[in-house]
């Protein structure tokens, strides 16, 4: 973590996402309800001003509130979502790597297959099917398609761990399988693991925003990012900020998120093993 | 004999979070006419880097340091341009590495390897170029040259692939051949075959052979001269029979007694405790001080070198003229 | 007589052809191997690339399961044990292994890695961990204050030691250690060398010492098993055979071992040829492609020999012993 912060780009991502993270934890409890609607007939789409620091929307309601509660939505689903899918995927990898043989071959077939279909089509599917997606439901369901890189990835790394000798050692040792997957495996795939997680969140905030934006991922009048800009574009020209706004976020979010990631990815390199 | 290769306070440095660090830290030796010299240390001493300034080959960010000197034939080769850098390269100094596996590209086929070098330094056709590369290969001692020619490296065994890189670096007729651990990831059966061409080699060709290599053993007995390289110095320097059979030098002593031996009574062996110093770590003094046993006061500064005659020099207060220390 | 500790009774250890077209046949990577290990001994198997001797330190650990043979241990036949005696057994047999950076876990403090042994078996109660592993670190010669370090802060002859150590953790009675110096720079090569005839005397340990260097492996064995694709070419005292060995091989790796001392100057064997692979061996006895001894004929060629007694060795020769 520290080698986090000595990197000038690490450092960067995190600056970034942690005031987006504050944004969205704390904004509600000092900002005006997104839900309030001020004033009907004077308070739409007021551009931004001190009392509203990013104007208002077409149903005036201030921008910056809805911008951390869409902030909320969004990163909520893509940690949950993020979440479950390196867990799968680790678990995948992990058995995959060391079991071999038959084991590893069904599995990463199954991978094959899975991997065949664009992800985007299978989640529009599935949520286009459902008309109404409670936000569990859609988190669950990103994070069931997104699992199938990160358990591929992990492989490699475990197949790769599984020459060196400490594995062979724990083995003589008489370690039982589990704990040579916990204590021998698990902790040498971190590294580009923890690069891979905040990688993927990046693409669960585009991927959700995207769905929203389609009108298929979040409701209304639930606020995420994707949904405001969805709401926004017929003011696209007239009250630009509407789209601009969540815009922005989302570009910062998945920014700092890489910044981060590539960080990770260049400490792993470096620390990972070091002869 | 005269001299080929002068080097004279070689020094090679790479930043480091707290400052310089100086892997190679003054070195000085000569390399004469189709002389046989070995630079034996062990890993982290400084001698891979040493041979790879010679050719300018120090990767960055490290680099050779102002002061140093390096001369071939008298000619000053920090100072050369590119175009007259690559000429020397091959043409005048070739090098082999310890790893046959890496050091060939995989993907090109042995003969168009050797080609490649052979066109570089001459201005031979085509059809010239492959005689000359199928004449190399029998000449390294590879049977069916043809063959061999038509093979990809993965084809090839490793001391088969090693023999491929001594032809490749023979191409251009080099007068200096540096070879860094030519024989350590190899079979001690193979390390024998490999040598024996090395030496071979030399004799048909006149050409000089830097041996950079930890091995005592290859060096006892090839080597016309040795020097001893510790913690990015040499700390000394003598004729082969001369170093063996009476070192100078505190670690080469100590080194000798440590190392087993097939041939006569065995005796248990004599350590070294601790372990050689890294750049990042080094005593102020002499290097060795900390695990010689037999440092005395002066010895927390640097020692000079001390001339013994008969072409033995030693860096060490114990040798040094008007020191008090009982020889 | 008492009984050998261990017992290796014509050990097979094939690998399947790879590969779609099945072009060549099984890699016989240990091909009827025999040999037995008193109680204390060392036992050193020498052999080059391709001689099969890392593949017999994984299989005689049950690390990978033999093809055919029987291996006895302490009177017990390990070949066939169930998992649960597997276990036990692991705590008698352990192994050393030849490169020590990537024989310890870069994410465990060493104190950890040698303390696994202790926490796999429940061999000593949680709080006396901590004990055992200060003085096992102590017998090999490190500082105990250290065993919170990571891997990555100690020289390669420090992290040989950890390995000696975390072996040493569950009081085996019988080490394989696969080549534990060749890593090792020449002035550290000693001092493990030393540690390890130490350890021996102190704790009466049998050693199974693999390697390439004989001049090394004369320091610490008894006896010596010379391997040449597989299979054993000869065997015996070590300083019976390093005096005047038998097979042709021998000979040729005595003869090229560099020997650090100008003043010795022999005629070398050079041998011809290239090592063979292990997955097409030559017909009859392995070694006549490249044999030098004067007396080779047809039979060579045709019939595989079987070791004998030749003076005080056995030797795997058809003509061992007959012209010098």
Redesign the interface.
């Known amino acids: 973590m520290s080698a986090l912060w000595r990197d000038p780009a690490g450092r960067l991502g995190v600056i970034l996402f942690g005031v987006l993270l504050a944004l969205a934890a704390l904004a509600p409890l000092v900002l005006p309800d997104p839900r309030a609607q001020p004033d009907i007939t004077h308070g739409t789409l007021l551009a931004p001003s001190l009392a509203h620091l990013l104007g208002t929307d077409h149903d005036s309601r201030d921008v910056l509130s809805r911008l951390a509660s869409g902030g909320r939505v969004s990163l909520s689903i893509a940690t949950g979502a993020v979440a479950l899918s390196i867990t799968l995927g680790a678990l995948v990898g992990l058995v995959a790597g060391y079991a071999g043989g038959r084991t590893d071959a069904i599995l990463m077939r199954l991978v094959d297959a899975a991997l065949a279909i664009p992800r985007l089509f299978l989640l529009l599917l599935i949520v286009g099917v459902m008309q109404r997606v409670p936000l569990g439901v859609l988190i669950v369901t990103i994070g069931a398609t997104g699992w199938f890189g990160t358990s591929r990835l992990v492989r490699a790394e475990v197949l790769r761990l599984c020459t060196m000798d400490f594995v062979r050692g724990a083995e003589a040792l008489g370690a039982p399988r589990r704990r040579i997957v916990f204590r021998h495996l698990l902790p040498n795939v971190a590294g580009p693991l923890a690069a891979a997680t905040t990688l993927a969140v990046g693409d669960v905030v585009l991927l959700e925003a995207g769905l929203s934006f389609l009108g298929l991922g979040v409701q209304p009048p639930t606020p995420s990012w994707g949904g405001m800009i969805f709401d926004a574009k017929p003011y696209i020209v007239t009250a630009p900020w509407i789209s601009i706004a969540p815009g922005v976020a989302i570009l910062l979010t998945v920014l700092s998120v890489n910044l981060i990631g590539e960080a990770l990815e260049r400490i792993a390199g470096r620390e990972g093993l070091v002869a | 004999m005269t001299a080929l290769l002068e080097v004279r306070a070689l020094r090679v440095s790479f930043p480091a979070t707290a400052g310089e660090l100086r892997p190679v830290d003054g070195v000085e030796f000569t390399v004469s006419r189709g002389e046989f010299l070995a630079l034996v240390g ?3 001493a400084g001698k891979s880097l040493t041979g790879l300034a010679l050719l300018r080959l120090v990767p960055p960010p490290g680099r050779i340091e102002r002061g140093s000197s390096l001369r071939l034939d008298g000619k000053d080769l920090l100072t050369l341009d590119s175009d007259e850098l690559r000429r020397v390269r091959g043409g005048r100094i070739a090098m082999v590495f310890q790893d046959p596996g890496t050091s060939l590209n995989p993907v090109l086929r042995v003969g168009d390897q050797i080609v490649e070098t052979i066109r570089a330094h001459s201005a031979k056709s085509a059809r010239e170029a492959r005689g000359r590369a199928e004449a190399l290969l029998t000449e390294v001692g590879l049977g069916d040259a043809e063959g061999c020619y038509h093979s990809y490296p993965h084809q090839l ?4 692939r090693q023999r491929v890189m001594i032809a490749i670096a023979l191409a251009a007729e080099p007068q200096l051949l540096i070879a860094d651990e030519p024989t350590s990831a190899l ?7 490999i ?2 061409l090395l030496d071979d080699l030399r004799t048909r060709h006149g050409m000089a052979v830097l041996l950079v290599t ?8 090839r080597a016309d001269r040795v020097a001893v390289m510790y913690a990015g110095r040499i700390v000394e320097e003598a004729p ?2 001369r170093l ?2 009476a070192p100078a030098h505190p670690y080469t002593a ?3 007694a ?7 009574p ?1 005796a ?6 601790g ?2 110093p890294t750049p990042a770590d080094w005593p102020t003094g002499c290097r060795f001080r900390p695990r010689c046993p037999r440092a005395f006061s002066p010895c927390t500064d640097d020692p000079p070198i001390t001339s013994l005659g008969g072409g033995h020099q030693v860096r060490c207060w114990l040798a040094a003229p008007d020191s008090q220390a009982a020889p | 007589m008492t009984e050998p500790l261990l017992s290796v009774e014509a050990l097979v250890k094939h690998y399947p052809p790879h590969g779609l077209l099945k072009r060549r046949g099984p890699v016989r990577a240990v091909d009827g191997v025999s040999f037995q290990v008193a109680q204390g001994e060392t036992l050193a198997i020498v052999g080059e690339s391709g001689s099969g001797k890392s593949t017999l330190a994984r299989v005689l650990l049950r690390l990978e399961p033999a093809t055919g043979g029987r291996i006895v241990f302490d009177g017990t036949d390990i070949s066939t044990l169930d998992r649960t005696a597997l276990r036990a057994l692991r705590r008698r047999m352990q192994i050393v292994f030849q490169d020590p950076s990537s024989a310890l876990n870069p994410r465990m403090t060493i104190g950890d890695a040698i303390a696994e042994g202790l926490e796999i078996h429940r061999l000593v109660p949680r709080s006396e961990i901590r004990g055992r592993v200060d003085s096992l670190m102590n017998e090999v010669g490190l500082d105990a204050s250290r065993a919170d370090r990571l891997p990555r802060e100690f020289s390669g002859g420090q992290k040989q030691r950890v390995g000696i150590a975390r072996a040493l953790a569950v009081g085996p009675s019988f080490l394989v250690l696969d080549e534990p110096v060749s890593s090792l720079d020449v002035s550290v090569q000693a001092q493990v060398l030393n540690l390890l005839l130490e350890l021996q005397r102190s704790r009466g340990l049998a050693y199974l010492f693999i390697a390439h260097d004989l001049a090394v492996v004369r320091q610490v064995a008894h006896r010596i098993a010379v391997m040449y694709l597989g299979q054993i070419v000869e065997t015996g005292a070590t300083e019976a055979l390093v005096a005047e060995p038998r097979h042709p091989y021998t000979q040729a790796l005595i003869s090229a071992a560099p020997e650090p001392d100008p003043s010795v100057r022999e005629s070398r064997i050079i041998l011809a040829g290239e090592p063979p692979s292990p997955s097409a061996p030559p017909t009859g006895c392995r070694f006549h492609p490249r044999c030098f001894h004067p007396a080779r004929d047809a039979r060579c060629f045709e019939e595989a020999p079987q070791l004998r007694p030749v003076g005080a060795s056995l030797v795997a020769c058809h003509h061992a012993g007959t012209t010098r």
Do not use: N
């Not at chain 2, 065994?157 to 088969?160: A, N, R, Y």
């Open positions: 062990e890993s982290g065994s490793g001391g088969m079979d001690v059966t193979v390390q024998a075959q040598l024996e930890h091995d005592l053993g290859v060096v006892a007995e082969t029979a063996f059979a100590e080194l000798l440590s190392l087993p031996r097939l041939r006569g065995r248990p062996l004599r350590s070294i405790p372990a050689m």
